[in-house]
């Protein structure tokens, strides 16, 4: 007696290492100290976890109090460890049986009446238990996002004496329950008229993980088109949507467990900072890219964005995931997502419109052009114009476009055709898988170096052409990447090329 151990988890980027809370009553002066968490914290976690001792009717030891949280390099913010604090201390000294606690792992914040308060991050904690193969208590607010972590028991409590009820024995707690899912109800590409081309190109961005950049004038529906990629997806599987879950789980906004599943959507504002982007804080949390993992991102007025903000997206680009560094700590979060940029063609926006009615000199398009670096104008696949459409295409009994769904049966057998063949998407091929995988015929493939040459392009992003041409090979079901199929791509990289030429 004297001494007892509880299972608790910090919260570490979106994993949950596994934290010992050690407890140990001593003679001397009754006093309490916490080591292993900072300062601020210690005081608070000491108020609440005294108040609610005492609250629940139980005798709060008159000893010096000793409480180690292992391992102590860890962060170990916020009061997730109040629950398991007071109950090692109602263990070492007597009230509690040690032995009901070893099956158990505990994660609670304390209110001062004793009632359990739900934390973040409670996901990765659950999957990390049902790992361990231990069981979870938490919060009940907390009981639907633990229900998610499959082969976990999770039990939820309203109160530390609830906690202590089932230790003892005396009363069972309820298990954690997961809400029925909500099926993707997001916005349809059946409301969108006309825009062949931009549909064609969204449903090849779709079909190989391709990122997209739309140009045209204001208000002729990239935003509407953008919003629509998450819906030509095929549902994530199991382990991909858990990853996307846990990020939203320690993001500090909050985890909807009825949608997990959903594909995200994000679209930050163009005043948005690097940190609002990438992540960041003292306990790193994720930004708007590994919001969007798994799903989109989608950047309008692009040219309005801070090019130092827009820096933070170059590696994540390529290796779909981001690192950030805060003084003696390292967070790596995933950050898989498909971009969606969007931009007008000029700064009035009507440059290239038939009324003729833009104005800008050939400099100020440049200009206005150069503030989007050529690197990250370099990584985004597919270049595409979306006109204004002329009044007839927009009247309400213009014929309706192809629904979400269609589009999405004939994108997820291109997902099937790839995931067969290469064992990813055609965008996530590696420089030697490109080679192996889109070969073309000998004049195509002079084709393809003409292009090159007079467009001025990057061998890398004549990686990234390949990549495109064996996406439209496989939405044809084509084994080979024919001419058609590599003209195609090849005119998604000159839409940009061209308006600018026109404009200058
Ligand atoms: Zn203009």
Redesign the pocket.
Known sequence: MGLALVHGRARAGVRAPAVKVEVHLGGGLPSMSIVGLPEAAVREAKDRVRAAIQCAQFEFPARRITVNLAPADLPKGGGRFDLPIALGILAASGQLPQDALREYEFIGELGLTGELRPVDGVLPAALAAAQAGRRLVVAEGNGAEAALAAGLEAYTARTLLEVCALLTGRKPLPAAVAPPHQPADGPDLRDVRGQAQARRALEIAAAGGHHLLLVGPPGCGKTLLASRLPGLLPEADEAAALETAAIASVSGRGLDPTRWRTRPFRAPHHTASAVALAGGGSEPRPGEISLAHNGVLFLDELPEWDRRALEVLREPLESGVVTISRAARQSEFPARFQLVAAMNP??????GDASGR???HGEAIARYRARISGPLLDRIDLHVEVPRLPPAELRPDAPEGESSAVVRTRVTAAHARQQARGGRLNAHLSQAQTMADCRLAARDQALLERAVEALRLSARAMHRILRVARTVADLDSSDAIATAHLTEALGYRQADHGAGQQAA
């Not at 000029?346 to 440059?351: E, R, S, V």
């Open positions: 000029c700064p009035c926006g009507w440059a833009c104005r800008c």
